[in-house]
């Protein structure tokens, strides 16, 4: 017999044929998702991208929001979204291989995410809304299914089912999705794997390996409200709002860092005015590490500090893909270690942020780090973080990987972004061998744990009321000439009613630090709202609403400010282990390397936390706050004449 011409993609074929062929299309699906965090990111890939469909479909009077639910205890993820929704056609079908309803630029177009969610694991919950359409439902031994050989398991259908998260009631449009990690051959099979225990620890993890941590170099982040929800193994519930569903890049997490553009335009500043370029302030040296932002025009100049060799083919790459970098270099692996197992506290030795090459693309990280290829200078593979983000690539099937020649120009400009760092080495802390202060600060910790021990067990109380009453006058006599006689005078106010925001611990020499204290909001509150003439160093009365007692502070002593920057720039001591400083004078080199906000100066009055407190300490390139201080030279010509201070103060402003 002769056969004519025909479409073998159009053959007829028998339904158990058609039921096998689907089988092994989603086996091989399912076979590109190796990495733990997948689930979470493909559910959340799918919500980001349900809800800018929205955004595009109704423009600025709309609000996306996403509520996310981590269940240790119940072992399952939720993730809930105000977004587009399916219709009853669309729902009926988005599980199948290789179906998508996105339309234009979307984080995912292939139609796998959906598939893998409801045929990788056992039970999947889904529910959608929208134009009238409303359904819940579970499909459930999905991955059984799939990895049954033997062909003797039914092949799982969507079930109406009672909701799980219960959030998805207060929307009108948009869909639910739960995972729960049971049955056999899921990975991962256990939430508890990674040791995150706090709501905080999650929204970290799924801000640095989850769409939820956008990755925006070159564009502005979009305006989602993100709830968090986390539920511990005991059933505690503990919610946190996300107020940037971005990246955490490290140098926003991690102390004391520098941008290279900041410090290629100081040295150009210095250049400009014939002064030697090469003598930088002191601020810029020692550092944790340096970063910096390269969009796609920078990329190709060799003035932003990288000098690339790109062929025609390359450049063609970087111009279509709109290719951006962020880079950080950190003087240690120390500094991941500090991180990721004594900030985060995640399961010793799971570093999330680390060494190498973050692909991604469509604003999201894609897959595990990769190795940066140099042939020189190895050890720096481990201390740089890149991410070379593609404005528009599609990874191959699922979230396996990038097409190889966009890995290769990843790990070009990686090695060019490593040695535009490394010509500014001589800026970095010297590696010593030990963790950045793990040892000073489990030395602090538990000094303060020993001394909040202390100040339960021995209570110093004096009940009588006819003590401590002012005689309008200090024992001291004279000014201060010495730290000692700052400790002495600080006391002195304290006990005489001038300042009434702090509770001291305790004062010891213990290691480095002078002491522990509160800072206090205690019954008769009115004794702590300002008055201009008659309580001066007081707060706003509406920050004094209800009392308040925070937790132990580090605090130092010192007769000038200038002495504790120079123990900061010695290394002595550590500047984010203070929370307090006590000084006579502020010096003149604050201004190197700070900003302050003088409380002093009455339209300042809002910013003052707490009773007594009459600067704001701030760091001059990042405008985050370091920590208050009372400077008590200052702060008695404030109270002996509060308007004859306002011309001083306002000197601050002008720095």
Known sequence: MTLTNW?????????????????????????SYTGWYDPFSEMLQNALDALEARKKNEGPGYTPRIWIMINLKENQISVTENGIGFNEQEFKSFLAPNVSFKEGKTRGNKGVGATYLGYGFNFLQIGTKKDGFTFVGNIEKGREWVEDVSNTKTRPEMKESDLIHKEFNSINQGSTFTLKLSGDFIRPKDLKWVGANTVDQWGAILRIKTPLGGIYIDSSIPGIECALNFIDEKDNSNQRRIDKCEYIYPHNVISTCKALNDVLDYQKELSDKGKDASKLPSYFYKLNGLYNYWNADQIMNEENGLRIQ???????????HRVSIYGFLCYSTNVWDEYNDNILKLRKGGRILKGGIQLATNSMPQGEMILIPLTRNLWYQNVTHIIVHFDSADPDLGRKGFQPELE???????????????????????????????VEEKGIRDWILEQEKHESE??????????????????????????????????????????????????????????????????????????????????EESKASSEFISIPKILEYKYSFDALIDEFEKEEKTERNIQLVIAWTMGDNWAKRYEIVPLLYLPNLHHRDFHGATHIIKNSLTGDIVFPAIILSELIEYINDPDSVQEYQKKYLNF
């Open 7 to 31: 479409d073998p993609l159009k053959y007829s074929l028998s339904e158990e044929i058609v039921g096998a062929v689907t089988k092994r299309q989603i086996k091989n699906i399912l076979k």
């Open 310 to 320: 790109f062929d025609e083919k390359e450049k063609k790459l970087v111009s279509d």
């Open 408 to 438: 290769s120009l990843a790990k070009k400009i990686s090695t060019s972004v490593v040695g535009a760092f490394l010509n500014w080495k001589k800026l970095l802390r010297q590696e010593t061998g030990a963790p950045p202060n793990i």
């Open 458 to 539: 021995n209570p110093l109380i004096i009940s009588r009321d006819d003590v401590f009453l002012p005689i309008r006058e200090p024992s001291i006599t004279s000014k201060p000439l010495n730290e000692q006689d700052v400790i002495a005078l600080f006391n002195q106010l304290m006990a005489g009613g001038v300042i009434r925001g702090v509770k001291i611990m305790a004062t010891n020499q213990h290691q480095q630090y002078d002491g522990i204290c509160r800072f206090r909001l205690q019954p008769p509150i009115k004794n702590h709202i300002f008055d201009k003439f008659h309580n001066p160093l007081g707060i």
